[in-house]
């Protein structure tokens, strides 16, 4: 009876064990450990993909487990990835009114992640409802990992795309599908282990910093232009 009960709960026991490590990571980030943070938030990554694998590798799904797993990813790609960036600012020289920035982009994208919660704002095969959470995640990583402050204009302008009811162009669909989830997660686990001083991750980090500005600015245009929708 334990084993079936477990079983059936895996993928939402793994979606738990993710969130504690992206807690984790805030921690150690506060503590100052800003390296190790970046780690192990990438490693809740890594169980985000695998709990999908799980759950249908098991024929699992239900619609508390899509909630909790929703729920999860507004803590790993938000609310972490905010305190792990904030903690790594403090060691750099800014001003004080560039903290007041980082508030403000925060209570931003915090609410409009909780809205698409809250009211299931569920992107489709061929589009994000706004510019996705994903890329404020992706931004301040890796303005970490290529040793750049990011401009809070450019912080206040993503916050307002993801705020618009815009249709962002997303590349997966039933003719060109995303990459494997086990790829996905290898690529995931790579990066909780490589060294992060290295000239190559500054350069890489640099080119989807900047690949993350352009997407900002043309992903509703493309969507037009490639699904030849209004």
Known sequence: M????????LPDIITLVGA??????????VAGFIDLSIRL????????????????????????????????????QVIAPLVVYASWV?????????????AVYASIIIMISLY??????????????????????GLMLTAILSDRVVHPLILLAGAFMSALPVR??????????????LLRGAIVLLITVIPYGHPFILVLASIIFYALIVYMIIGPIAYI??????
């Open 168 to 181: 962002y162009y997303r590349r997966h669909s039933e003719s060109t599908p995303s990459p494997a989830p």
């Open 116 to 137: 698409r919660l809250i009211y299931r704002v569920v992107s489709t095969l061929e589009y994000f409802h706004g510019l996705p959470m994903f890329f404020h995640a």
């Open 90 to 102: 403090n060691f750099k020289e800014v001003s004080s009114l560039y903290y007041a920035f980082i």
């Open 41 to 76: 938030l990438f490693l809740s990554y890594f169980f985000d993909i695998l709990d999908g694998v799980v759950a249908r590798r098991l024929g699992i799904s239900s619609e508390k487990g899509l909630m909790l797993d929703r729920a999860v990813d507004r803590v790993s």
């Open 225 to 230: 232009v490639l699904y030849k929708k209004y």
């Open 2 to 9: 334990m084993r079936v009960l477990v079983k059936a709960r």
């Open 20 to 29: 504690g490590v992206a807690g984790a990571s805030m921690i150690v980030s």
